[in-house]
């Protein structure tokens, strides 16, 4: 199946400090996926099962219902739904909507011999049930954009809604460090991928070591690596490098301004890992 980076609606899992040789990947898997091709991919609904892995071309019956524009995990690191703007072939103004990941099937494209990892989105549903399809509200606060506002002790919201970030205020995560004055610690779930890309990344003395560039998904969907760009000066001798998201502590100032990724690494030892492959 066609490799993705996906860089977009992700959470974070908190985890604790490993050896340079697991904490990093020098490569994509095969079968991985990432964000700049799964983002903005076309959704298409067939009222017929799908009964086969591949087809040649989009089939007749199937409706191009609109575009994933992010992804959203839970807290344990699961891809709960891809967020999908629909509305165009039902001719009624845009509105966003949730797809339990389950839901999606991905259909290998045998018609594009240039192209032999190209495949199909296609959920199996009639035009009633997009129709009733409840519109997505990102949190709680319905239209609070849960990175722009501090995050604080809180429970799941109810399904169709964003799980509201926790953040916790007594000490380190398991095998991390003590977050500085005035930031907490961060279960990061409901966190999208556009607010994580340009996250800086920290080591254990507060060195600044570099910033998430993108993030890496396995074929089910759960979060595998972020791609960090390491040193250079002004974006030119960067180095891109794949973190374990399980190697990374999180933290957000309590006022809710600033994210921040800390590792158990220091530049040197980043930088003598092999450049990520994508």
């Not at 591949?54 to 690191?77: K, M, S």
Request: no cysteine; aromatic share 6%; proline share 3%.
């Amino acid at each position: 199946m066609k490799n993705l980076l996906l860089g977009t609606a992700m959470a974070m899992a908190l985890g604790t400090a490993a050896s340079a040789q697991d904490m990093f990947r020098a490569e994509m898997d095969p079968v991985a996926i990432a964000a700049s091709d799964f983002i903005g991919k076309r959704v298409y609904a067939a009222e017929t099962a799908i009964d086969a892995a591949e087809y040649a071309g989009v089939q007749d019956g199937w409706n191009d219902i609109g575009e994933i524009n992010d992804v959203i995990l839970t807290r344990d690191g699961n891809v709960d739904a891809v967020l999908v703007d629909i509305g165009g072939f039902l001719g009624m103004g845009e509105r966003q909507v949730a797809l339990g990941m389950e839901n999606i099937r991905f259909v290998a494209d045998s018609a594009t011999a240039d192209a032999a990892n190209d495949y199909f989105l296609v959920i199996n549903a009639d035009r009633t049930v997009i129709e009733g399809a409840p519109e997505y509200m990102r949190s709680a606060d319905m239209g609070t954009d849960p990175a722009a506002a501090p995050m604080t002790d809180g429970a799941a919201v109810d399904q169709g809604q964003v799980v509201a970030a926790e953040g916790t205020t007594d000490g380190a995560v398991e095998g991390g460090m003590a977050p500085m004055d005035g930031y907490a610690n961060v279960d990061a779930a409901g966190i999208t991928g556009d607010q994580l890309r340009g996250v800086r990344v920290y080591g254990p003395n507060e060195e600044d070591l570099g910033e998430i560039s993108d993030i890496v998904l396995t074929e089910t969907g759960a979060p595998a690596q972020v791609i960090v760009d390491v040193g250079g000066f002004l974006g030119i001798g960067q180095k891109p490098v794949a973190l374990e998201v399980t190697d990374l502590q999180l933290v957000q100032a309590t006022d809710g301004s600033d994210l921040r990724a800390y590792v158990q690494m220091t530049q040197e030892q980043l930088e003598g890992l092999p450049n990520a492959e994508m």
